[in-house]
């Protein structure tokens, strides 16, 4: 994508990488139903991670996509690493797992993207 300042000169490009995950329908309604429950999941600590996905990209990006325990219910929490350190974390999702979860670098010109379809 091309981002333009009002008088039309190109001010820099955006690059997007995105890497997509298909999970078995039925698996994914499982994940989606943790994410309904407005209470923690039984026998399983405050925090606890219920599910995680990874999708690493070549240049040494990757995502973690987890589900975590919570008193007030599980919830996905989306978070963006290079080489192993973490360099920015999205809000956490409380509606379902599949969808896009977008990362935008703070130089502006990279996006990496993970989409979780069914």
């Not at 990488?17 to 429950?37: A, T």
């Not at 990006?61 to 987890?66: A, V």
């Not at 989306?78 to 130089?107: C, H, K, M, R, W």
Request: aromatic share 12%; net charge negative; no cysteine.
């Amino acid at each position: 994508m091309i981002v333009m300042e009002e008088d039309g000169r190109i001010t820099r490009y955006k690059t997007e990488k995105s890497i997509e995950k298909i999970i078995e329908s039925r698996f994914l309604s499982v994940l989606d139903s943790f994410l309904e429950l407005d209470h923690a999941v039984e026998d399983s600590g405050d925090g606890e991670v219920l599910h995680k996905e990874t999708f690493n990209f070549k240049d040494g990006h990757e995502i973690d996509l987890k589900i975590v325990n919570s008193e007030s219910g599980p919830y996905v929490d989306a978070v963006l690493f290079f080489e192993g350190d973490e360099i920015t974390v999205l809000e956490p999702q409380y509606e379902n797992f599949s969808g896009e979860y977008s990362f935008e670098l703070e130089s502006g010109d990279l996006v990496y993207k993970a989409i979780v379809k069914g």
